[in-house]
């Protein structure tokens, strides 16, 4: 069984750019859903993708953006990055949107300068 | 809505001493509640959750959990810590809203473990 993937593992960017960070769901999970951590903070959460539609939001602008394939793996874009993206990007997959089973990947670094 | 309170952002303990994380939900319906692990540069793994039944919960790595509706609270012990045990903890309470399930998280608690 394939574990929970993010590439990359670490990213630079400079103020005003856009990124694309990429999460493999785990074998069989039909569910992702994306969590921003800032540096001494928990998990906030972003939104959710369930059958490649997006499936509830956090307090996020639209800048942040979403997209789930039909292999549910799923694409988190963030356009006009500011200093304050500067996070770990937690992707976490589960089946038929549970949370009672959330599996996390490593996560991707993102530094904005 | 949902939300976890952790007292404590950093507990340190000496080793084979008992581990004592806080952790306090507050949640209009019957929580899920969860405790995950997160070492240096790593994911959240899940330790152990919280549904419905058994109130005591044990999960992996030694640890076990006790879901207390009177006081609200899902604390989270080791009777004899280990070094490899030092990590960051985060407490959880699922929040579901129409077809969406999300995790609201604590602000952690870093565990130290003294040799």
């Known amino acids: 069984e394939t574990g929970v993937t993010q590439s990359p593992t670490h990213l630079i960017k400079t103020r005003g750019q856009q990124v694309t960070l990429r999460c493999s769901s785990q074998?069989?999970?039909?569910?992702v859903s994306w969590y921003q951590q800032a540096l001494g903070q928990g998990p906030q959460f972003i939104f959710q993708?369930?059958?490649?539609?997006?499936?509830g939001r956090g307090n996020f602008p639209p800048r942040f953006s979403g997209l789930q394939f039909p292999n549910y793996s799923s694409e988190l874009n963030v356009n006009a990055l500011e200093l304050d993206d500067s996070a770990l990007y937690l992707c976490?997959?589960?089946?038929?949107?549970?949370?009672?089973?959330?599996?996390f990947g490593p996560g991707t670094r993102l530094t904005v300068t | 809505a949902q939300s976890v309170t952790q007292l404590g952002s950093h507990v340190s303990v000496s080793e084979g001493a008992l581990v004592l994380l806080r952790c306090n939900y507050s949640?209009?319906?019957?929580?899920?509640l969860f405790w995950y692990v997160q070492y240096p540069n790593q994911g959240l793994q899940l330790l152990l959750k919280?549904?419905?039944?058994?109130?005591l919960v044990k999960g992996i790595n030694g640890f076990e959990a006790e879901f207390k509706k009177s006081e609200t609270s899902f604390h989270l012990t080791k009777p004899s810590a280990h070094m490899s045990d030092a990590a960051e903890y985060f407490c959880?309470?699922?929040?579901?809203?129409?077809?969406?399930?999300?995790?609201?998280f604590g602000t952690g608690t870093l565990l130290a473990v003294q040799p």
């Open positions: 074998s069989g999970h039909n569910t």
């Open positions: 959880a309470v699922s929040d579901s809203w129409g077809a969406t399930n999300k995790l609201i």
């Open positions: 993708y369930y059958r490649e539609e997006e499936n």
């Open positions: 976490a997959s589960s089946f038929n949107g549970g949370a009672y089973e959330q599996y």
């Open positions: 949640s209009s319906v019957p929580p899920y």
């Open positions: 919280y549904t419905t039944g058994a109130t």
